[in-house]
């Protein structure tokens, strides 16, 4: 099958676009929900944005779609759409900055194209698999690789370091940790070179699919916390990082996880 690449990202920048001015301007209340647990939230937004991409995707591109709040696919096989309408919901509820409308083109489960906006910040990053990255249309250089491991900004959760003893300490040998509460933005600043990893035990297909297509576009290595191949089509955890920090902290985790 012939792939149209530039015909797909200008639909799905489209799409992302879309999402984000009903992020921004939402037409229905909020109606806050919760999910899995109390700080597991979905909103009415959420729900619109996914429907509206939906709809636009299918008509545009007639592939199906995967999204986090009800849109489901049999399979990955061949190309199919992934998307989280809203990728930091919490954020968008409570602090209204730090969330972001993510949405991966896959092949046979493998991304092929991503595109992630930072809507507050009003940036759109976008990825082809082989070809790069670019924030606004401009060219994303490779993510810088800190000379050291103690030069280097860890984004984790408390979750993470409470359960990872070992993460603890390798913590303290580095820059520091910070949090930002949405997983898209954060595999986007490792591929910007502000962080040199994003470590997390657990996340979903659309919160990292796009995101991590873009950091490895510029340089950065993912995998489970193991150092084991990431597979996007299956929730677990990931270590996403430039290749020096990456390497130090997988040689710091990999006896402590399976």
Known sequence: MTVDMEHLLNAAIEAVRRGMNIALHPPVELDVH???NRNDLVT???????????SH??????????GEEGHAVDSFAGLVWVLDPIDGTMNYVETHRDYAVSLALCEDGTPVLGVVADVVAGRIYHA????????????LTQATDVSTYRDAIIITDIKEILALPRLARALQDSRGHRRYGSAALECVEVAVGRA???VHM???PWDIAAATLIATE???LATRLDGT???VRYKGSILLGTPNVHATLVECLMSSVQ
Do not use: M, N
């Open 34 to 36: 919760t999910k899995a």
């Open 44 to 54: 009415a937004v959420d729900k619109a944005i996914e429907a509206d991409i939906a």
């Open 57 to 66: 995707l299918h008509a545009v591109t007639g592939l199906p779609l995967l």
């Open 128 to 139: 082809i698999r082989g070809q790069g990255a670019w924030v606004d249309g401009v060219p």
């Open 196 to 198: 040199g990893a994003f």
């Open 202 to 204: 657990w996340v979903s």
């Open 218 to 220: 510029c340089g950065a």
């Open 229 to 231: 191949p990431l597979d």
